[in-house]
């Protein structure tokens, strides 16, 4: 097992929140996922193959579902506290893995490189989710995949109307979360060609407004540079 951080220093650099936030994630989720998301993670992550990136790996919620035939397994998280959590969990498993501090949007891997993207609740939490999609795009190997499950936009007039509500509040306390963002339609717009794309709910105690979920792929068609 190999690591790219620092353990004893890792959660330096977040603050009083985003650490609380770190602490409370795994048992704020931990409903959600013996309701159904741990079953979604394992069989899209089944997918997974060759050289695999994940994007904002969190507390490392995903690393048991990964396949043991991956060639590389590269863990990338840019908050310290997350990435401590993440460091911790992977030191008590047998899987090997590289723990990175980067961030979505300035991925550390040539063009082409990569077999597989995976994000993960991931793509609602950045700035320029068209920056983030351009940047999977460049680093994946043609006919490379982008692996997602993520919570979206409701397709319900009047949820969506509180998504747009409680954006604001919802973004503050879950660390940049924004729970209206329309990602599918960001994830078409960016060229990869969508395929597989299921619509199904997050249960399990979560609050409506995250409960709407996309789960698929994405494959990268051919070799332009972008």
Same mark, same amino acid.
């Given at each position: 097992?190999?690591?790219?951080?620092?353990?004893?220093?890792?959660?330096?650099?977040?603050?009083?929140?985003?650490?609380?936030?770190?602490?409370?994630?795994?048992?704020?989720?931990?409903?959600?996922?013996?309701?159904?998301?741990? =079953?979604?993670?394992?069989?899209?992550?089944? /997918?997974?193959?060759?050289?695999?990136?994940? !994007?904002?790996?969190?507390?490392?919620?995903?690393?048991?579902?990964?396949?043991?035939?991956?060639? $590389?397994?590269?863990?990338?998280?840019? $908050?310290?506290?997350? /990435?401590?959590?993440?460091?911790?969990?992977?030191?008590?498993?047998?899987?090997?893995?590289?723990? !990175?501090?980067?961030?979505?949007?300035?991925?550390?891997?040539?063009?082409?490189?990569?077999?597989?993207?995976?994000?993960?609740?991931?793509?609602?939490?950045?700035?320029?989710?068209?920056?983030?999609?351009?940047?999977?795009?460049?680093?994946?190997?043609?006919?490379?995949?982008?692996?997602?499950? $993520?919570?979206?936009?409701?397709?319900?007039?009047?949820?969506?109307?509180?998504?747009? /509500?409680? $954006?604001?509040?919802?973004?503050?306390?879950?660390?940049?979360?924004?729970?209206?963002? =329309?990602?599918?339609?960001?994830?078409?717009?960016?060229?990869?060609?969508?395929?597989?794309?299921?619509?199904?709910?997050?249960?399990?105690?979560?609050?409506?407004?995250?409960?709407?979920?996309?789960?698929?792929?994405?494959?990268?068609?051919?070799?332009? /540079?972008?």
């Amino acid at each position: 097992m190999t690591s790219g951080t620092a353990p004893a220093a890792a959660g330096q650099g977040s603050d009083l929140w985003a650490r609380a936030f770190a602490a409370l994630y795994d048992p704020l989720l931990w409903r959600g996922e013996r309701a159904g998301m741990g =079953a979604r993670r394992r069989q899209l992550l089944g /997918r997974a193959r060759g050289r695999t990136v994940e !994007l904002g790996s969190g507390t490392g919620l995903n690393l048991q579902y990964y396949p043991d035939h991956l060639d $590389e397994l590269i863990l990338t998280e840019p $908050e310290a506290a997350m /990435r401590a959590r993440l460091d911790r969990r992977l030191r008590g498993t047998p899987r090997r893995a590289k723990v !990175l501090d980067a961030s979505a949007d300035q991925l550390p891997f040539t063009e082409g490189s990569v077999d597989t993207v995976v994000s993960t609740l991931v793509l609602c939490t950045v700035d320029s989710p068209d920056a983030v999609l351009r940047e999977i795009k460049r680093v994946l190997r043609p006919d490379g995949r982008l692996l997602f499950v $993520e919570h979206v936009r409701s397709q319900s007039p009047r949820l969506a109307r509180w998504q747009d /509500r409680l $954006e604001g509040p919802w973004r503050r306390f879950a660390e940049g979360c924004r729970c209206n963002r =329309a990602t599918l339609e960001l994830i078409r717009a960016s060229g990869l060609e969508l395929d597989d794309v299921q619509e199904a709910t997050w249960r399990g105690m979560m609050v409506p407004i995250v409960r709407p979920l996309i789960i698929g792929a994405a494959t990268k068609t051919d070799g332009r /540079r972008t």
